[in-house]
């Protein structure tokens, strides 16, 4: 073997098992899921919409999601309470990993004024196999589908290199209709996290 072909996988490895652990961290909208960089979820991790994003994600309240039973209900039916919003689907290992912890979520705050809301990017001719998740899972709280509405208000901005927004990605809605907190993909820490925001989100409410 030559030191130039030995010196090139020498370089090559490092780049390999990082892919690797990216592809872990999150996964692309896009069919078959794409990887996040870990770089970008750092950054990402703490951000806050744009005003941009700001404008569109109020007008977005209003814009009907379809539901799994085939009705319909709107983000603004959850005005007045502190809201979860999860983009999510069944083909993303960290979003199916991450739905247990919010149907507990779900179960210790919903009676103090919390509401989960997961949107899948599933198609709808895999609905049963999302049913059949959801019955798995034991997931308590409010599924529809998500739409190119919500994902341009919500989502513009963190597309990665593949050119599509990275899944999951998780909003805290003040009961007020502010994003108070934007987590980006499965990191160390980010579910406890999330939970410090929700309590913190309900109590300032209650006082």
Not at 12 to 35: G, K, N
Not at 89 to 111: G, H, I, S
Request: hydrophobic fraction near 40%; glycine fraction near 6%.
């Amino acid at each position: 073997m030559s030191k130039q072909t030995h010196s090139v996988k020498q370089t090559a490895l490092p780049i390999v098992l990082s892919a690797l652990v990216a592809l872990l961290q999150a996964c692309s909208t896009a069919a078959p899921p794409q990887p996040m960089s870990e770089s970008m979820a750092a950054a990402s991790a703490d951000s806050k919409p744009s005003d941009v994003n700001e404008r569109a994600i109020k007008d977005a309240f209003d814009v009907p999601i379809a539901r799994l039973d085939g009705g319909t209900f709107k983000l603004a039916d959850f005005q007045g309470k502190v809201l979860v919003l999860d983009f999510w689907a069944t083909y993303c290992p960290p979003c199916v990993k991450q739905a247990p912890a919010l149907a507990k979520l779900n179960e210790r705050y919903r009676d103090r004024g919390l509401a989960v809301v997961g949107l899948t990017s599933d198609e709808k001719s895999d609905q049963p196999k999302v049913e059949e998740f959801i019955k798995k899972v034991g997931i308590n709280y409010t599924i529809g589908y998500d739409n190119n509405w919500l994902s341009t208000a919500f989502l513009k901005g963190t597309e990665d290199a593949t050119g599509s927004p990275p899944i999951p990605q998780l909003f805290v809605i003040s009961r007020d209709g502010r994003v108070v907190e934007h987590l980006i993909g499965e990191r160390p820490g980010g579910l406890e996290a999330l939970e410090k925001v929700v309590n913190e989100q309900l109590a300032s409410a209650s006082r």
